[in-house]
């Protein structure tokens, strides 16, 4: 199972999101907490007068919404009752247990999910702390949650791909209609709440993943101007096609605005999560030979996308690394010199030092590193067998210090043995002569 938590300032868009759903028959409410009747019973003002009544109690809280999801592996197809068991377990685990929440079932994407509503005023008007409730209460809830109801676990299924977003399929999106709304807003909902980006190119790298642009326009258009922004579907070729949406027409009103906040609030010099990244590309090149195109799809094994960036003449500029596993983005240079784009096409051999041409992405492979030796040779002459046969899987601090090892330089210019440097003392009555 897999949990995410959105904070709000408007429970009126969360909950006619959740009942446009419903009218469009690709959700149903199966459920409430701390109601007075049923739900079957209750009409959209009972369930909505109950969350603004409480919300009066105190009106200086204006971030008060909270919108949760919790989905499935697509294998998962649970009863309603059980469904609803597994939502007030969870909602008391994470302290809302006694707020007044909704539950709705979706059938709109391609794995089984549900979303709670509820605020955070509770009913003697103070407020829930939500600081790092996603990273603290919600990820102890979930794991229990997944041991007492016997559900598939989001983590240490390494033969699977469980909880994974898919690109959207061209064949089934029909442009400018409810189908390719819907289609944007699974991807933005997934990936605008969970990945750590810093810029519009940095989010456009994860967009990109599953077919989808967040689009300002031309420098002189109007909607850049006046700071708008569009969300377009990508073709296979990258290229956007079918009729772009508008961020304002969105549910949770992705616009520009919002995203300027999100960057601000993404940005991170979390060591650890740089040090996965660069420890994943510097095993990649202990390999016997690399290209760039060896590099990508050893990356991604790590769970890293690589994205360059070309000019109008197809040659690269920049990279940016998506790390799906920390939910990071960093681009080339802030990883370090050795990380840039330039960098890393020289390690391939597909730019000279001196600073020749790159070549394009196509013809890559026809030029590679290659060591004199095979790595695990050369790793087992310089440190014994027990080296031999490290993989990176599961040994990120080993393999990092062990790359530290092979690449430091030694410092020998100065250097004289202990014994020279010892002044030899005079033995009384010895002469010099």
Request: some cysteine; glycine content about 6%; overall charge positive.
């Amino acid at each position: 199972m897999v949990a995410v938590i959105k904070t709000g300032h408007s429970i009126h868009k969360v909950f006619y999101y959740n009942e446009n759903k419903v009218k469009e028959a690709v959700a149903a409410c199966i459920g409430a907490g701390n109601y007075p009747i049923d739900v079957d019973k209750m009409s959209h003002a009972v369930k909505i007068n109950r969350f603004l009544k409480q919300l009066e109690l105190n009106e200086n809280a204006k971030r008060n919404t909270v919108h949760i999801s919790l989905n499935f592996d697509p294998s998962e197809n649970y009863s309603h009752e059980k469904l609803m068991r597994i939502a007030d377990t969870y909602m008391e685990k994470i302290g809302f247990g006694d707020q007044p929440y909704l539950v709705y079932e979706h059938h709109d994407s391609g794995h089984p999910h549900l979303h709670v509503i509820s605020i955070n005023v509770k009913s003697d008007g103070r407020r829930i702390n939500m600081q790092n409730i996603g990273r603290n209460q919600s990820e102890t809830a979930r794991k229990e949650i997944e041991e007492i109801f016997g559900i598939l676990k989001a983590q240490g299924n390494k033969n699977s791909s469980d909880f994974e977003l898919k690109p959207i399929l061209m064949g089934k999106v029909q442009y400018g209609k409810s189908d390719s709304k819907r289609a944007i807003t699974n991807v933005l909902d997934q990936v605008l709440f969970s990945y750590k980006y810093s810029s519009l190119p940095q989010l456009n790298a994860v967009l990109r993943q599953y077919n989808v642009l967040a689009d300002r326009g031309d420098e002189n258009s109007k909607m850049f101007n006046s700071n708008g922004l569009m969300y377009r579907i990508l073709d296979q070729d990258g290229k956007p096609i079918g009729v772009p949406i508008k961020a304002s027409l969105f549910y949770n009103k992705p616009t520009l605005r919002f995203l300027e906040e999100k960057f601000a609030a993404n940005k991170t010099s979390q060591m650890s999560d740089i040090r996965r990244i660069k420890n994943a590309i510097d095993m990649a090149f202990l390999r016997t030979e690399i290209s760039l195109a060896d590099l990508v799809k050893t990356l991604e094994k790590d769970g890293i996308n690589t994205v360059f960036r070309k000019n109008e003449e197809g040659l690269i500029y920049g990279t940016t690394y998506v790390d799906h596993i920390t939910k990071c983005v960093f681009n080339g240079s802030t990883l370090g010199k050795m990380y840039s784009a330039k960098a890393i096409q020289e390690r391939c051999g597909l730019v000279a030092q001196t600073g020749q041409k790159t070549l394009d992405l196509n013809t890559e492979k026809l030029q590679q590193n290659t060591f004199e030796s095979p790595t695990s040779q050369i790793i087992a002459a310089l440190f014994g067998n027990d080296f031999q046969n490290s993989r990176y899987a599961g040994a990120d601090t080993i393999m990092g210090q062990l790359w530290d090892m092979l690449t430091q330089s030694e410092q020998t210019a100065n250097y004289i043995p202990y014994e020279l440097r010892k002044k030899k003392k005079k033995r009384k009555g010895q002469s010099n002569n």
